[in-house]
């Protein structure tokens, strides 16, 4: 649960002169409890098994979530407090509370739930692995390119100053596509899914690309990253 918690709070921004940005929204869904976090370019969306029978919806500073996931260690349960001004969390012996951000919050279902006009599933962490490598040779915007191919996802980078690299990475990949990524952007989203198969979801043109695990979390988190493109350089 704190893992997801932090993955959604780091897809926040940290320009407080957006402020829309720089918050986690939390509301519930039915019996699962929604965080959903973004900075434009990126967004995380997070549903944690929920014990309550009140509807939410607040905006938290992702500043205070982030430290959250920092005090409250190993603790299995968190427990959420809100009214219309102000919010805490609780856990053990400890108490956080806030001020909310009192803004509307962009709509993340456009993001999930939808195919992509290409697909792959992969070992995050050897994924992981090949963009770190091969990041080191990103563009001079700090971008690299992902090419699905019959049985592989490659890696490729390259720029002027520092010459160029790829790398293969075996796959299960359905349909052929190039994409472009900020290697930042594409390493946070990968590093969230640490130990774990992950299915990316990924579409043509300047379209979302979506991220979640192939396989069911054992604590009931459903958790989606999603990494906007760039053109190619």
Sequence with gaps: MLRALAAVAGAASRDDALPLFTGVRVRSVGAALRLVATDRYRLAVAELPWAADT?????????????????????????????????AISWANAVVGTALLATPFPDET??????????????????????????????????????????????????????????????????????????????????????????????TGMHSTVLTAAEPDPDGVDLHYVVMPILPG
């Design 55 to 87: 509807d939410l919806d607040v905006l938290i500073p992702a500043t205070l979530l982030t430290e959250i996931t920092r005090q409250a260690g190993g603790a299995l349960e968190l427990a959420l407090h809100a009214d219309t001004n102000r919010a």
């Design 110 to 203: 456009r993001h999930i739930g939808t195919e992509g006009d290409a697909r792959l599933v992969a070992d995050a962490d050897e994924l992981l692995g090949a963009v770190r490598r091969v990041g080191l040779y990103a563009d001079g915007r700090g971008a690299l390119a992902v090419e699905l191919g019959d049985g592989e996802v490659r890696v490729r980078g390259g720029g002027a100053d520092l010459g160029e690299a790829d790398e293969s990475v075996k796959a299960t990949v359905t349909g052929r596509l190039t994409q472009h990524y900020r290697v930042r952007y594409l390493t946070d989203a990968l590093r969230v899914f640490a130990g774990r198969r992950i299915n990316i979801e990924v579409k």
